[in-house]
């Protein structure tokens, strides 16, 4: 089944065409990884799918709702159906990591707040952090903030996450701590698109891969294939120079 | 320094009759003003373009113009317009007016401080407008907010002494009348200096109390 759609979509700041005739889908239980080199329009992309951004030419639609920012109560409701994670976390620094979590649930949902908070505190325990909870963003290291990001995101119950670059903002060693979430998310079958330079989870956990360049997508195809073998030279000059060989 | 004081203890009297005054256009002041200033602030980053516009324009002519004369005006010309004011009510007007830009500025500069990826975090779990507001950039804008919020409550107090231009008899007025007639400027305006400093200190404690408070919750 079709969760997200993309057809034709065409996106630009004013006369600079960042997104050009970009089509394709994301059924439901999939994990599309979106990879190219800065400034290809990943972030953008995928922050037209959630009505962050606009765009100009042809159509996205979420659960076969056309993804529209004119039409607030519509857009509204795709955000509470598809959450985001963040490179740099935004969490909210005023309130605790238990308060980020039950926020969109209590506030957004009207779920009532017993009830949110037990939720809350279930999700951040399954995303390791349940001795955090009490905890402030700027108490946390960035890996644990990422998790609680994605606990948030987890709160919404949504039926996608996209993740742009959820590991980039990390030390290296806190990044192996938010992928294994991540990993365990798509394990459980969570619709995601993530945007990453992470070549091994886009490998091991994309059930698709999309390389997008200078805002055409280049490739759409299962890792094996779009990693290993890719078809443009654009995509194996990427893939060499971020695969260390 | 005893003849000081014996002097003090005769005029303070006459001064407090003008330090009423004085707090009320004040606290006219800082409440119309800081009402307008929200107001205009939200205009102005509310995305909606005329509303911005009106915003911007208001704030460059308003900050453009000497709060004497916004007074003047007030009191003198809208008279003319047939809308006449008590000299107190033109003075709380018309400082109202004249400290809203300021006002406008201290929220919008504490609005925009905040990172724009909290309002994208928030708009993300579908969060409509009003309530990234309330719930996320307020909260935090008030903490970048309050200190130039104080100095701005500090000059209100002290341009408040510009309603004894439009004859309304606070504190510099009394202390002006009283010195004309007693020669005693020293003692008065002294008094007088003391009296405003003793009302922005408390201003000032309670603004660095208020600052403590919201930055505790950590
Ligand atoms: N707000 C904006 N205004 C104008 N141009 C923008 C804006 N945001 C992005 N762009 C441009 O759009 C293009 C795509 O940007 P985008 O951020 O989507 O790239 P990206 O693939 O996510 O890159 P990175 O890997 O560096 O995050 C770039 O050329 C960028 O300069
Ligand atoms: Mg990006």
Redesign the interface.
């Known amino acids: 089944m079709t969760l997200i759609s993309l057809s034709n979509v065409r996106k630009s700041y004013g006369k600079h065409e960042v997104i050009r005739d970009v089509s394709t889908s994301v059924d439901k239980g999939e994990v599309l990884c979106l990879i190219g080199p800065s400034g290809s329009g990943k972030s953008t992309l995928l922050r037209c799918i ?1 009505g ?1 951004e606009d765009y100009q030419g042809g159509e996205i639609l979420v659960h076969g709702a056309r993804v529209d920012r004119k039409d ?1 109560n519509g857009i ?2 795709i ?2 159906r598809v ?2 994670v ?1 490179q ?1 976390f ?5 309130r605790t990591a238990l308060e980020n979590v039950a ?2 649930p209590i ?3 009207g779920e009532p707040r017993a009830e949110a908070l037990e939720r809350s505190t279930e999700l951040l325990a399954r995303v390791g952090l349940a001795d955090k909870i009490d905890a ?1 963003p ?1 108490q946390l290291s960035g890996g644990q903030q990422q998790r609680v ?1 994605i606990a ?1 995101a987890l ?2 119950k949504p039926d996608a996450i996209l993740f742009d670059e959820p590991t980039s903002a990390l030390d290296p060693e806190l990044v192996g701590e938010v992928l294994g979430v991540m990993r365990s998310l798509a394990d459980e079958g969570m619709t995601m698109v993530v945007v990453t330079h992470e070549m091994g989870f886009a490998r091991d956990v994309a059930d698709r891969v999309i390389f997008l360049d200078g805002g055409v997508l280049l490739e759409d195809g299962p890792p094996e294939e779009v990693l290993v073998r890719p078809q443009n030279p654009r995509t194996q000059d990427f893939l060499r120079r971020i695969l260390p060989s | 320094m005893l003849n000081f004081i014996s002097k003090a203890e005769l005029y303070l009297p006459v001064l407090m009759q003008g330090v009423y005054l004085t707090i009320l256009v004040t606290l006219g002041g800082f409440i119309l003003s800081t009402i307008l200033g929200m107001v205009l602030a939200f205009m102005r980053v509310s995305g909606i373009r005329p509303l911005s516009a009106i915003s911007r324009v208001y704030v460059i002519v308003v900050r453009g113009i000497p709060a004497l004369v916004t007074l003047f005006y007030i009191y003198f010309v809208f008279p003319d317009l047939g809308l006449s004011l008590t000299a107190v009510h033109a003075a709380i007007l018309g400082l109202g007016i004249a400290y809203s830009p300021y006002m406008a500025e201290v929220f919008r500069s504490g609005i925009e401080a905040i ?1 724009n ?2 309002s ?9 407008w009003g ?1 990234v507001m309330r ?2 950039i307020l ?2 804008a008030i903490k970048v907010a309050l200190p130039p919020y104080g100095s701005t409550m500090i000059m209100v107090l002290k341009d408040s002494s510009l309603a004894s231009t439009i004859t309304v008899a606070d504190l510099s007025l009394q202390g002006k009348l009283l010195a004309s007639s007693t020669f005693e400027n020293t003692t008065i305006f002294t008094l007088v200096a003391l009296l405003y400093l003793a009302m922005s200190l408390p201003l000032t404690a309670f603004n660095g109390w208020l600052e403590k408070s919201l930055r505790q ?2």
Request: proline letters at 7%; charged letters at 25%; aromatic letters at 6%.
């Open positions: 959630n962050l607030r509204r409701d955000r509470t959450s985001m963040f740099r935004n969490l909210f620094p005023h926020e969109g506030y957004v949902k402030h700027g990001a948030r709160g919404m | 990172d990826g909290q994208e975090a928030a708009l993300s779990i579908g969060m409509g309530m719930r996320v909260p935090q919750p950590r």
